[in-house]
């Protein structure tokens, strides 16, 4: 009996299902294709996070492709069962993205990367772009463990317990850092709200 569309996929591709950890360790033992399949799963994914942190494209172009090359080569010395593969790479884009923030701090808004999104109009592209420097400025200006946890929670959305995974600290220490770096960026931002029409509940 003929094999369906969804079986003959399968059969094709033997990475559809694996996981992230599967994958990585496929590409150690010398399969290429199972690098190519988990960088389509992850560099998306990544990109967005260092936008978020560094609003410039360009700069988070770089970042996602320096964490990528950094998984590559690990990959052979990965521990199986010890962590997972998002979680590792959660850890190197936000060390990396906190890196460029602290040596970049005030740099021209004219030199920012456009938005992704071409539709509002040019004076809400301004706005956008001058909300997202000022969060990236701010983040810049906050201790580099809190800054990470802030961006983690607040920008990624991720819980308590995968940013102690990530950062490698406990819940308890995640909870004192967001609170804190929470309250010194909204100090920072205060200074800017009218400036930039930023509500009184931001930035979260």
């Not at 260092?50 to 494209?57: P, Q, S, T, V």
């Not at 990528?68 to 080569?73: N, S």
């Not at 460029?100 to 539709?119: F, M, N, Q, T, Y």
């Amino acid at each position: 009996m003929p094999l369906a569309r969804s079986q003959m996929m399968a059969v094709s591709d033997p990475f559809a299902d694996a996981s992230d950890e599967d994958l990585l360790l496929a590409f150690a033992g010398g399969d290429p294709r199972a690098a190519e399949v988990l960088t389509l799963r992850l560099l998306p994914r990544i990109l967005a996070q260092a936008i978020r942190m560094l609003a410039n494209k360009t700069e988070a172009e770089d970042v996602a492709q320096d964490a990528m090359l950094r998984l590559w080569r690990m990959a052979p010395d990965w521990r199986q069962g010890e962590a997972q593969v998002t979680t590792w790479l959660y850890r190197v884009v936000a060390n990396l993205c906190t890196d460029r923030l602290r040596k970049r701090r005030h740099v021209a808004l004219d030199l920012v990367a456009e938005p992704l999104d071409s539709a509002p109009s040019v004076a809400a592209q301004i706005q956008t772009r001058a909300r997202l420097r000022a969060l990236s400025d701010a983040l810049a200006q906050l201790p580099e463990r809190q800054a990470q946890a802030v961006a983690l929670r607040h920008l990624e959305g991720l819980s308590n317990p995968q940013i102690a995974a990530i950062m490698d600290i406990s819940v308890t220490s995640v909870e004192s850092l967001t609170a804190r770096g929470k309250r010194a960026l909204a100090a920072i931002m205060a200074g800017r709200k009218a400036e930039l029409g930023y509500d009184d509940d931001e930035p979260t």
